[in-house]
């Protein structure tokens, strides 16, 4: 009887030493016991495999799988993971660190792996508690506690193949400034909502009255394993994409990443170690056609008869009074409107600097674009503008021999670049 009890007794110690070179690493962390660990777990909790967080209302679970996943379950039902399943390491737990980071790691015996991190390590900073929250709405918060319960990160922030976005979804930035919403009009936007008021600075223009590019709107937005990111109608049909489909990888996943900037970007990252890798597009990167429907150029960017041609003009039949819109978001940083002559036989006219009535916006990139020879300004000196609104209509007024669009891209204040050198958002001409 004695060697039994000695047997189970060492058995203790064991179990007892194995823990405590598993966890050490995080110092004082709190070792889960538990299955369900409420809705919040505060900085320096270790979330072993099949322990989980639990809504308030019951409704939502967020586990940390055998797998490597971290899953968020409604009702039973998946609707969001970090896409982190992989066979790479023996075992997988989760950390809510006390420096703010929230981390998945793989453990190999002593060593361990981040395979994918919240991106959220501020230091550990004496008075700062930082605590993982998840809500009845569904939404995994880390909270700063100290500076008003603040928002420094949310699981809404990244999808990936597995999460789709359907009318009246949303995305929030990590930060909460920024929101990207697809809305019942079909159309995806990106909203600052750091103010009283929302301001929208990016949408994808797949409503049904921009006419005369859409005859359906969209229904679903979809970051596929191929890493292209594509907004399908009712019917399924892709009428908006980003061009950016370079095929599913073993071991990869592609993302797609509302920044704390207020920019959407598609990001290749690994499933077996953390880290974002390409970047394969991005939202303030992409430029809308300056004159939907208008394609024709008659003029390229490049010397033309012995001069510096800054631009390219846009003109076909029938191009005269129509929209002008702004190629991306932005501020109205000139305008002229004081060019009375619309008529494209004064060669030399000089009104506002040869330009006639122009409007140029510089971008949140710092980037700008110039819309000349217009008949009307539709936009004033200082208004935001979203990408896809009109700023004016197209004319003939200043140095013009007939109607046209002088549309010119400014890498910076002062440097000129081709505009045929940008990408333009498919079916936006």
């Known amino acids: 009887?004695?060697?039994?009890?000695?047997?189970?007794?060492?058995?203790?110690?064991?179990?007892?030493?194995?823990?405590?070179?598993?966890?050490?690493?995080?110092?004082?962390?709190?070792?889960?016991?538990?299955?369900s660990l409420g809705s919040v777990i505060d900085g320096g909790t270790v979330i072993s495999a099949g322990n989980y967080l639990l809504s308030p209302n019951g409704v939502y679970k967020a586990v940390m799988q055998t797998d490597g996943n971290f899953v968020i379950y409604k009702n039973g039902n998946l609707i969001w993971c970090t896409a982190t399943h992989t066979s790479a390491f023996p075992s997988y737990y989760a950390a809510m660190q006390t420096d703010g980071n929230f981390v998945i790691y793989g453990q190999n015996g002593t060593s361990k792996t981040a395979v994918w991190a919240s991106q959220t390590c501020k230091g550990a900073v004496s008075g700062y508690k930082y605590q993982l929250r998840l809500n009845n709405s569904g939404r995994l918060d880390i909270i700063n506690t100290k500076n008003s319960s603040a928002l420094?990160?949310?699981n809404t922030s990244q999808i990936n193949y597995i999460r789709n976005l359907y009318v009246g979804d949303t995305m929030l930035s990590p930060n909460g400034k920024y929101k990207a919403?697809?809305?019942?009009?079909?159309?995806?936007?990106?909203?600052d909502?750091?103010?009283?008021?929302?301001?929208?600075?990016w949408n994808s223009r797949t409503f049904i009255s921009d006419s005369p590019l859409r005859a359906t709107k969209g229904t679903s937005v979809k970051m596929q394993q191929d890493g292209h990111l594509v907004i399908?109608?009712?019917?399924?049909?892709?009428?908006?994409?980003?061009?950016?489909?370079?095929?599913?990888?073993?071991?990869?996943?592609?993302?797609l990443i509302l920044t704390d900037n207020g920019t959407l970007e598609i990001r290749k990252c690994n499933k077996n170690k953390f880290g974002f890798l390409d970047t394969l597009w991005t939202s303030n990167k992409l430029y809308d056609w300056p004159v939907p429907g208008y394609t024709n150029i008659t003029s390229y960017y490049g010397n033309r008869n012995g001069t510096m041609h800054n631009g390219i003009d846009i003109s076909s039949s029938g191009i005269s009074g129509k929209p002008i819109i702004a190629a991306k978001a932005g501020k109205v940083i000139e305008v002229c409107t004081s060019c009375t002559h619309n008529y494209g036989k004064n060669y030399s006219c000089g009104c506002g600097g040869g330009y006639?009535?122009?409007?140029?916006?510089?971008?949140?990139?710092?980037?700008?674009?110039r819309y000349a020879h217009c008949s009307t300004v539709n936009v004033s000196l200082n208004q935001y503008v979203y990408n896809g609104q009109k700023v004016a209509t197209v004319g003939s007024t200043g140095h013009?021999?007939?109607?046209?669009l002088h549309f010119e891209v400014y890498l910076n204040a002062t440097t000129r670049t081709d505009p045929?050198?940008?990408?333009?958002?498919?079916?936006s001409k």
């Open 1 to 35: 009887m004695t060697k039994v009890k000695n047997n189970k007794l060492i058995s203790l110690i064991i179990a007892f030493v194995v823990s405590f070179s598993v966890f050490s690493v995080f110092e004082n962390a709190t070792v889960n016991a538990a299955s």
């Open 181 to 191: 919403q697809l809305q019942t009009d079909g159309n995806f936007v990106i909203y």
């Open 420 to 427: 045929m050198a940008q990408s333009y958002t498919v079916n």
């Open 193 to 201: 909502i750091s103010t009283s008021s929302a301001k929208p600075i």
């Open 400 to 404: 013009s021999t007939g109607a046209h």
């Open 232 to 255: 399908y109608d009712s019917s399924n049909k892709a009428i908006w994409y980003s061009k950016t489909a370079v095929g599913a990888q073993s071991g990869y996943v592609y993302k």
């Open 152 to 154: 420094i990160w949310n």
């Open 356 to 369: 006639g009535n122009y409007v140029v916006i510089e971008h949140y990139d710092k980037t700008r674009t």
